[in-house]
């Protein structure tokens, strides 16, 4: 469910948010898009060094991933758990 603020908690999202949210979100896309390109290079062996490589590319997305909903969460669009109970 989408949590909206309350206009006499929270203000409004400034342009500056929403901006944010939007250079987040294509950074979040590019680090995804970077594990794919990965992934569609990736020997059908992996060697050592192609482990590394997919474990720092995971880590740059879910940094990404992170700074996204927190920007997200910054202009109101909160989310509770997407996970079935």
Do not use: N, W
């Not at 006499?8 to 979040?28: C, K, N, S």
């Not at 490589?53 to 740059?60: G, I, P």
């Not at 910054?74 to 109970?85: C, D, F, H, Q, W």
């Amino acid at each position: 469910m989408v949590g909206i603020k309350g206009p006499m908690t929270d203000t409004q999202p400034t342009a500056d948010d929403r901006e944010t949210l939007r250079v987040a979100a294509a950074a979040h896309s590019a680090a995804a898009r970077a594990v794919e390109a990965f992934l569609r290079r990736l020997p059908e062996v992996p060697a050592p060094a192609d482990v590394a490589e997919y474990a720092t590319l995971l880590s740059q997305e879910e940094r990404a991933r992170g700074e996204r909903q927190a920007a997200a969460d910054a202009v109101g669009l909160e989310i509770g758990s997407m996970e079935s109970e």
